[in-house]
């Protein structure tokens, strides 16, 4: 089993910047990509950034350029600087993880963290 504990949101304006941070730990040998996903109200959730262990990595073409996926993995750690935020960002942001290489949903979730773009 594999826990996820998300932080680093919060409210901000449009233009801004945030930086999520996201902690694993138990089997985490286990894990091979680590990422993010987001759902706003109303709409399905939907990958935002993915990185796996060999530090290739993906994006969702509407946060290209602004937001940006790393990973400590001797800490099991995962970032995502996001950066130029826009109101459509605001969303529940998810910490993702598993076994799979890059384009699978991993089975272990964090809790969640908001992300609030607004003036």
């Known amino acids: 089993q594999v826990h996820l504990v998300e932080s680093g949101g919060g409210l901000v304006q449009p233009g801004g910047s945030l930086r999520l941070s996201c902690a694993a730990s138990?089997?985490?040998?286990?894990?091979?990509?680590m990422g993010w996903y987001r759902q706003a109200p109303g709409k399905q959730r939907e990958l935002v950034a993915a990185?796996?262990?060999?530090?290739?990595?993906n994006y969702v073409d509407s946060v290209k350029g602004r937001f940006t996926i790393a990973r400590n993995n001797a800490k099991s750690t995962v970032y995502l600087q996001m950066n130029s935020l826009k109101p459509e960002d605001t969303a529940v942001y998810y910490c993702?993880?598993?076994?799979?290489?890059?384009?699978?949903?991993?089975?272990?979730w964090g809790q969640g963290t908001q992300v609030t773009v607004s003036s």
């Open positions: 993702n993880a598993g076994p799979d290489d890059l384009g699978y949903r991993g089975p272990y």
């Open positions: 138990g089997s985490i040998f286990s894990i091979r990509t």
């Open positions: 990185m796996n262990s060999g530090g290739s990595s």
